[in-house]
């Protein structure tokens, strides 16, 4: 069983940064697959950006094309948490971000369905 809490949330103006935080229960070095999701109420919740273990000492980050050069992904897994440093942050970016994690190479990253562990949520809002 593996619990997710965020932190980092906050109003921002547009063209600002946040980092959002995603603190894992356990030993994250042992989560293969960590990603971050947002969602816009009415909508669907929307891949960002996920990190999966290639090796036992290495990852690869993968990017949705919205965020790719202005957002970054990483852990560290010494403190079992997780990051998404958001840059040059713009009012579409406003939502409610997600943390996932699953104790399995996911078959497809960008799916919601694919991951069993969850945080509750950060607000991010850009204002313009």
């Known amino acids: 069983q593996v619990q997710l809490v965020e932190s980092g949330g906050g109003l921002v103006q547009a063209g600002g940064s946040l980092r959002l935080s995603c603190a894992a229960s356990g030993r994250a070095s042992s989560i293969p697959t960590m990603a971050w999701f947002r969602q816009v109420p009415g909508k669907e919740r929307e891949f960002v950006t996920a990190v999966r273990r290639t090796s036992s000492d290495s990852y690869m980050a993968y990017y949705s094309g919205s965020v790719r050069g202005r957002f970054t992904i990483f852990r560290d897994n010494a403190k079992n948490t997780l990051y998404l440093q958001m840059n040059r942050l713009q009012p579409a970016d406003t939502a409610i971000y997600y943390c996932?994690?699953?104790?399995?190479?996911?078959?497809?990253?960008?799916?919601?369905?694919?991951?069993?562990?969850w945080g509750q949520g950060a607000q991010v809002t850009v204002s313009s």
């Open positions: 996932a994690a699953d104790n399995t190479d996911v078959p497809d990253y960008t799916r919601p369905a694919e991951y069993d562990y």
